[in-house]
């Protein structure tokens, strides 16, 4: 692994150039935007980390939406209709 | 890299699991209550795919483990719980912010070309940008090396994608019963 242009300290390695292309390329596969775009060696390291967090957030946020709607759902259904029977069996 | 069907399968099953671990009390809880039970068992339904290999899982588990420990260690107990909940993790990295930036500026001071400059934002740019992945990936902070870290970035994510698919899926089918 060739680390000529970036300079490598005792205990946190820089990540070097290679390793960040090999990155952009696995992170475009999973990101929504960045595989949209056709450019595709400019998209700069530190706009692909921002999306990367940008992303995670938003999964984060996701998760959370779901399980607040998941408990309004089992809040509203009545305990002993069919609907209550339907959504146990998709729970558990 | 993309979340497998047999990964949404595992994290349903897990997720059951946990649920039903739960479910007893589930009548008689708050809207919020049941909220955070459903969300840490996602989390540890979510975590527990990876048995303890990678450094995100674990740091998440003994977070969740924080806020309900009961629940962590039932889900657990097939995977060896305590092993999972006291594995020691890489001590925590203290950068000492001040130091670095008193070093950089001198630095800064014998490079004076223009592409020197941009180049030296460029990458401090990065270092920022990194160290806000840090704060959004589990255990994060405790990587310091930045290699570990995008690794460890990358299966998060997808572990996450199956997550958010299996729960929408879930969730719609279940709004839709309600609808009908």
Redesign the interface.
């Known amino acids: 692994m060739s680390n000529r242009r970036s300079r490598q300290s005792s205990s946190a390695p820089r990540i070097s150039d290679d390793q960040m292309i090999d990155l952009v390329t696995k992170l475009r596969q999973i990101l929504p935007e960045i595989g949209q775009r056709r450019r595709s060696d400019k998209v700069s390291a530190s706009k692909v980390l921002q999306e990367t967090c940008n992303y995670i957030r938003n999964l984060n946020r996701e998760v959370d939406n779901l399980s607040e709607r998941l408990s309004q759902l089992l809040e509203s259904v009545d305990e002993d209709s069919p609907e209550a029977a339907v959504i146990r069996s998709l729970l558990m | 890299?993309?979340p497998t069907s047999s990964m949404n399968e595992e994290f349903l099953k897990k997720w059951?699991m946990g649920?039903?671990i739960f479910?007893p009390s589930?009548?008689n809880t708050s809207?919020?209550e049941?909220?955070?039970a459903?969300?840490l068992s996602?989390d540890v339904a979510m975590a527990s795919l990876r048995k303890g290999t990678t450094c995100w899982s674990r740091a998440l588990i003994e977070k969740t483990a924080t806020e309900d420990n009961f629940l962590v260690r039932q889900m657990l107990s097939g995977i060896k719980a305590e092993a999972l909940i006291n594995k020691k993790l890489p001590k925590r990295?203290v950068c000492h912010r001040k130091i670095v930036r008193r070093s950089k500026k001198i630095l800064r001071r014998k490079s004076k070309s223009a592409s020197e400059e941009a180049a030296a934002k460029?990458k401090r740019?990065?270092k920022?940008?990194?160290q806000?992945?840090r704060?959004?990936?589990p255990g994060g902070e405790l990587m310091?090396?930045?290699?570990l870290l995008?690794q460890e970035?990358?299966d998060?994510?997808?572990s996450?994608?199956t997550?958010?698919n299996v729960?929408?899926s879930?969730?719609d089918?279940?709004?839709a019963?309600?609808e009908?």
């Open positions: 890299m993309q059951q649920l039903q479910h589930i009548d809207v919020h049941r909220k955070k459903i969300k996602a990295t460029a740019l990065v920022r940008r990194t806000g992945l704060n959004v990936v310091s090396n930045d290699v995008l970035t990358l998060y994510i997808v996450l994608q997550q958010v729960m929408r879930i969730v089918a279940a709004e019963e309600i009908r």
